[in-house]
């Protein structure tokens, strides 16, 4: 396969999903897609537009279709990870079997993203509405004018991912403690993963 990128070679190596990650490169590199090495992960784009990634997490490994919103998931095999992406869906697998049997459909998927991107389709995305910040984050803005002045001065980004980060607590206090804990990254103008 002379397509193969020798600079994501070593992931391919490393990999505690070998066989699995080996057989999706193998279905990528027989499209018009490009390898590359981006995010630490293989990308592969369509003239330096992003198109799939191949990454693994601790119980699967993936396909990440960058505006998979748009493709057709006729299979029902396209997962959203949270409701927060809007564009990104995921193919998981668990086993090279998995792949194998879904050769033919991966392939049709990745055709079809594609020729999405050579028609320079885009996920539309929703803006969202003013943000509703967790009572107990709000409490501590109203009695702290500095941090108020400072979470302000945030991208919509930072605050959302500190909002979110708040509210995935289930406990008052647990969302109290989180809330503590940031405000010295939020003091510094900083985000959650500064």
């Known amino acids: 396969m002379e397509r193969m990128n020798p600079k994501v070679n070593a992931y391919f190596e490393a990999s505690k999903w070998h066989d699995e990650v080996v057989a999706l490169r193998t279905i990528m590199l027989e499209t018009e897609l490009t390898e590359d090495l981006k995010w630490g992960v293989p990308c592969y784009t369509y003239l330096g537009n992003n198109v799939v990634l191949i990454h693994e997490f601790k119980d699967y490994c993936a396909l990440l279709f960058i505006q998979g919103a748009l493709l057709k998931d ?35 998927y990745v055709l079809s993203a594609i020729t999405n991107e050579k028609a320079g389709l885009k996920v539309a995305f929703v803006k969202e ?66």
């Open 74 to 108: 006729t299979d029902g095999i396209l997962v959203q990870q949270t409701e927060n992406v809007q564009a990104g869906r995921q193919i998981r697998f668990t086993s090279l079997r998995q792949i194998v049997s879904l050769s033919p459909t991966l392939k049709s």
């Open 129 to 194: 509405t003013e943000l509703k910040l967790v009572e107990e984050f709000q409490m501590v803005l109203d009695k702290n004018p500095a941090l108020k002045a400072a979470f302000d001065t945030l991208t919509p980004g930072r605050k959302r991912a500190y909002n979110l980060y708040f509210s995935a607590a289930k406990q008052s206090n647990t969302r109290v403690t989180r809330i503590e804990k940031c405000i010295p990254k939020i003091l510094e103008h900083k985000g959650l993963d500064d």
